[in-house]
């Protein structure tokens, strides 16, 4: 069984840095789209970076030029570099990603379990 594994998140305070990163328990065939993506207590989940197989990039409009997606295809892990963080980016951020477990199989979205960021003084 396939598992997204989340880490770095925590405490920061407001203008701090923190680096998530998301790795697979076992090896893949192929991965293409990665992503991450943020739920905050009482609010639905939402979009906030991808990065496709050909390392193109997009980002929510509220992280770019502070959050910078990156991944290493040999790893098969994707990283989330988040700078000038702000308390409205205070929420549990997920990782996601597309992946083909063996050739002959489909490919399938996977979730990570999730890593809390909490930015506050």
């Known amino acids: 069984q396939l598992q997204l594994v989340e880490t770095g998140g925590g405490l920061v305070q407001p203008g701090g840095s923190l680096r998530l990163s998301c790795a697979a328990s076992r090896s893949i065939f192929a991965i293409y789209d990665m992503g991450w993506y943020r739920q905050a207590p009482g609010k639905q989940r939402e979009f906030v970076a991808l990065?496709?197989?050909?390392?193109?990039?997009n980002y929510r409009d509220s992280v770019k030029g502070r959050f910078t997606i990156s991944r290493d295809n040999a790893k098969n892990t994707v990283s989330l570099e988040m700078n000038s963080l702000k308390p409205e980016d205070t929420a549990v951020y997920y990782c996601?990603?597309?992946?083909?477990?063996?050739?002959?199989?489909?490919?399938?979205?996977?979730w990570g379990q999730g890593t809390q960021v909490t930015v506050s003084s």
């Open positions: 990065i496709t197989g050909g390392n193109n990039t």
């Open positions: 996601n990603a597309n992946l083909k477990l063996g050739p002959a199989s489909y490919s399938h979205y996977y």
